[in-house]
């Protein structure tokens, strides 16, 4: 049949190969959609004078377009009579190529896909092998399909060049949505020593496919030529190559245990970035088996789809069977392949190693994932090829060697691991920006403290104190890129201007992982999200982590005050004791005793400037300059041998010209009353921003190894003038720890018990607290001092506390001068105006303890009372000592009287008048003889 114009039947026989130089079938060209050749409709035959010649075999050369080939040809015989005789039906041509028929038995051979996929099927390179190790290679031969897309000839599936492809041409390009229908494969010469195999033609495959998932088939059959039509390979039990994978060779077709691979247990669809991995024969994980590589022989990596980040010139310097797989074994952590984990196509992410031809057992992995949460998974699964299929169970392998929970995005993560041998320290509590610290200790001593060891040196000794900490392999959940700043080996490195940050903290746009160059990931962690911890290693498991120091970043936003010390128990896991209370910029132990820590809390800002400080429109973060505790009421006793921790400071300090060199926290514990401890208020990490200045919750304190009582404080508030430094509190409460948290230092009071209870005398025991106001006293006025190099000191005591208020009887309220002014302590702590003794209520007689007469009473029950003898012959003292006592000796005395009259006989006065005059007469006549004599 002759076709349209200038594809006329003589293009058929030319030689000339190119596709657009060829002869067209009219029924084709003029088709309307959806309208094709019907069988014998279209034809091309070749004409010959003289003797009929004895054709035996054929070969063609269809289009590459399959909408435009055929894939049954039928074969006349010579033209007798007006009619064509039957001669031969041939099957199964393809396109793009050159195909022979009729074709010896065995001699071709090609794989068919089972599925239909959303894009063209791409592969990079495909091999068929005489042997089952896919060592002996097939004799070459022409290369066949079903077709190509433009330019992607098969003959790049068989070039060595990975970065070349045979396109299947599916529905002019779109996709191929059909299965079974799109092959590839090879004709082999007519006479090739393979074919004596018969069935046994092939016995290995190897598949390069594309990296992309939507361009691979899952599922492909391999199909022989019997002669007549193609039959199922035996290569398996039902002919079908499985789960093929893409981006680097893939041996579907293996022997029992060759070949193991990590899938990960996640419902949604997700990347997951790979790093490095490594595969043991031992549960310890001792003995590594080799690394997989992409060329020759041996070991090579397994992917199932991944994204392609190595492209354009980069690609080509690594050459043309490099993949990019390969970076899960090249040693480098700092490249990886990013697989594709599709569960809702049916498409699970999976990497791992083909050892080709050993079988092996693997009983241990190392793994090294990406460092954001988009890039790692939590858990993961180990599966090995039975020979059939992928499959987890397995007799020989524990449920800690198959199923790999609590993996985390940094640092190796070993799996299986004994109980004890993994611990990590996790946040508690949410953190608004992300994790961070400068440092962390796990200890086996419960108080952390370092052990003394004598060394010897010349002829003496010489103390050397030798922290006791549990050392090993840093594992956290992750960490903001890049990892040679924020990488969790800062975070046990020893140093503490290096830090930690979590993968919940902000990531600049530069330093995004590949592939998320444009997605800006939450910021902030929930509780239990971000965690960093050390893998002992396999013989060093131990029972308990009995102590945790923690040095996190000064910014609040990115603290958690409430830590968790956590155990691996071999399958998850598992919480062991909490950490509460935790500040910044310094080291805070955990546990701590009761009372081994006291602390200031930050309450409210003194908001009216100092009659020569200067006016702010902002606020400015709380500095202290100088900061002693004592253990006395009068702050003469003062606590040494603590060491100073806090809520935070800065971070990221750049002086300006009026600021100080540092702020850090050991200068208000030095000799100078003006270097400057300063809180970080919220301002920020990277700088500080005084516009987001918030105090709330600052503190500021000291922590002892032995507990400590503390009963008045002196503290030097910093009135540096820049603009980071620094706002006077008003307010400030002391607290102490109890062992478990923070709480309000407080001291137990019993009143004295009256004889007779009203409800005006009797008061229930109480706890009175330490909260100080009026705090941020100002110089005077006469100070010739600018506002910076004042050193104000100020003391307070647990008697100078606000809520330091007794209950009184009522005779204070008739003889006591009730003015704050008229009582010196309490004109200094709580000002000159107002009434302190009693406040207000003068049934309720609520006095403070800074009033006069209280000075020498014993307040609280730890107190004796020592009255000075100026203060008893004080009218004031007297006057109420004497309301007070004299009552009751009256009644006393009055009660005697009523006794004796009562229990006296009713002659007693008789008797007595009786003695009295006898008395008198006997001393009468004493007196008279006495006289005469």
Request: glycine fraction near 8%; aromatic fraction near 10%; charge should be negative.
């Amino acid at each position: 049949m002759q076709g349209p114009r200038n594809q006329e039947v003589r293009y058929a026989f030319d030689q000339d190969l190119r596709q657009d130089v060829g002869w067209t079938s009219s029924c084709t060209s003029s088709r309307m959609e959806g309208i094709t050749c019907v069988p014998a409709e279209a034809w091309l035959g070749i004409y010959t004078r003289g003797q009929q010649p004895n054709i035996t075999c054929f070969r063609i050369l269809q289009t590459l377009d399959m909408v435009f080939a055929t894939c049954a040809w039928k074969m006349m015989g010579v033209y007798i009579n007006g009619r064509w005789q039957y001669d031969s039906f041939h099957r199964e041509i393809g396109g793009g190529t050159w195909n022979r028929r009729p074709a010896p038995p065995w001699t071709l051979w090609r794989i068919r896909n089972n599925e239909n996929i959303t894009a063209q099927w791409k592969m990079a390179e495909v091999r068929a092998y005489q042997d089952p190790l896919c060592l002996v290679s097939m004799t070459p031969g022409n290369p066949i399909a079903s077709g190509y897309f433009q330019g992607d000839e098969p003959a790049q599936a068989l070039d060595d060049d990975a970065t070349t492809m045979w396109t299947a041409n599916c529905r002019n390009g779109l996709s191929c949505n059909e299965s079974r229908k799109y092959w590839f494969g090879m004709e082999l010469p007519w006479n090739a020593p393979d074919a004596q195999a018969k069935e046994l033609l092939v016995r290995c495959f190897r598949i390069w496919q594309s990296e992309k998932n939507n361009e691979q088939m899952v599922s492909t059959q391999v199909q022989l030529w019997n002669g007549e039509i193609y039959v199922l390979s035996p290569i398996t039990n039902t002919g079908s190559l499985h789960e093929i994978g893409g981006g680097v060779w893939s041996r579907p077709a293996s022997s029992f245990m060759t070949r193991w691979r990590l899938m990960p247990i996640a419902e949604e669809d997700r990347d997951w970035r790979v790093l490095e991995l490594e595969f043991y024969a031992d549960s310890k994980c001792r003995q590594r088996l080799p690394s997989g590589g992409t060329e020759g022989g041996g070991e090579s990596v397994l992917a199932s789809s991944f994204t392609p980040l190595v492209v354009g010139f980069r690609r080509a310097e690594k050459g043309k069977m490099w993949s990019e797989a390969q970076h899960i074994s090249d040693l480098d952590p700092t490249t990886g392949v990013l697989v594709r984990h599709a569960p809702s196509l049916e498409r699970p992410a999976y990497s791992g190693i083909d050892y080709l031809s050993g079988s092996v057992w693997v009983r241990c992995i190392k793994l090294l994932q990406g460092s954001m949460p988009m890039e790692y998974v939590p858990s993961l699964r180990l599966q090995l090829w039975d020979g059939v299929e992928w499959r987890s169970e397995e007799p020989e392998l524990s449920s800690m060697e198959i199923n790999l929970n609590g993996l985390g995005g940094g640092g190796w993560q070993r799996r299986p691991a004994a109980p004890g041998s993994l611990w990590r320290l996790e946040n508690a509590l949410e953190v608004p920006e992300g994790w961070a610290l400068y440092e962390v200790e796990f200890s086996g001593e419960s108080t952390c403290t370092p052990k003394l060891s004598l060394r010897q040196k010349g002829h003496g000794t010489v103390d050397r104190r030798i922290r006791i900490k549990r050392m090993g392999d840093v594992i956290a959940s992750g960490y903001a890129p890049p990892m040679a700043i924020n990488g969790p080996e800062n975070a046990l490195d020893g140093n503490t201007s290096t830090y930690w940050m979590s993968q919940c903290c902000e990531v600049d746009s530069s330093e995004r992982p590949l592939g998320f160059e444009l997605l800006r990931t939450p910021v902030g962690c929930l509780a239990g999200e971000a965690w960093i911890g050390l893998d002992l290693g396999a013989d060093n498991e131990v029972d308990e982590v009995k102590c945790v120091r923690v040095f996190q970043v000064g910014f609040e936003r990115m603290q958690s005050s409430s830590a968790q010390v956590s155990k691996w128990d071999g399958q998850a896991w598992r919480a062991q004791w909490r950490l509460d209370g935790l500040g910044g910029s310094a080291w805070n132990r955990r546990p701590a005793g009761g009372n081994t820590m006291w602390r200031l809390l930050y309450l409210s800002r003194k908001d009216e400037p100092c009659p020569n400080q200067l006016s702010r429109i902002v606020e400015r973060p709380w500095g202290v300059a100088d900061l002693k505790l004592f253990s006395d009421d009068a702050c003469e006793e003062q606590l040494t041998g603590g060491v100073p921790i806090t809520s935070g400071g800065f971070d990221h300090f750049t002086p300006s010209a009026v600021d100080q060199p540092s702020y850090e926290a050991g200068r208000m514990v030095d000799a100078d009353l003006l270097t400057t401890w300063t809180a970080n208020c919220n301002t920020g990490f990277y700088w500080s921003d005084t516009d987001l200045t918030n105090c709330t919750s600052s503190w500021v304190g000291m922590q002892w190894h032995q507990a400590q009582e503390v009963r008045c404080v002196t503290i030097v508030q910093s009135r540096w003038e820049s603009a980071r430094c620094c706002d006077a509190a008003d307010a400030l409460e002391l607290q102490r720890w109890n062992g478990f948290r923070w709480v309000e230092a407080s001291w137990f009071r019993r009143p004295p018990i009256p004889a007779v209870k009203t409800p005006y005398n009797f008061r229930e025991p109480i706890h009175l607290g330490a909260e100080f106001r009026n705090m941020g006293i100002c110089p005077s006025r006469t100070s010739e001092k600018r506002m910076s190099q004042e050193t104000l000191e100020e003391k307070r005591s647990r008697r100078d506390s606000e809520k330091c208020i007794v209950q009184l009887t009522g005779a204070v309220t008739l003889l006591a001068e009730p003015q704050c002014i008229a009582h010196q302590r309490c004109t200094t702590t709580f000002g000159s105006s107002g009434t302190c003794c009693p406040i207000g209520d003068l049934v309720e007689s609520e006095n403070r303890c800074c009033c006069g007469f209280l000075g020498s009473e014993a307040i609280f029950a730890d107190e004796i009372s020592y009255t000075d003898t100026r203060d008893k012959l004080s009218f004031e003292f007297s006057a109420i000592w004497m309301s007070n006592v004299l009552p009751w000796i009256g009644l006393t005395i009055t009660i005697a009287f009523y006794l004796t009259a009562m229990l006296m006989p009713p002659d007693m006065e008789r008797r007595a008048k009786a003695s009295c005059t006898y008395s008198c007469r006997t001393r009468w006549t004493v007196c008279s003889v006495f006289a005469s004599t």
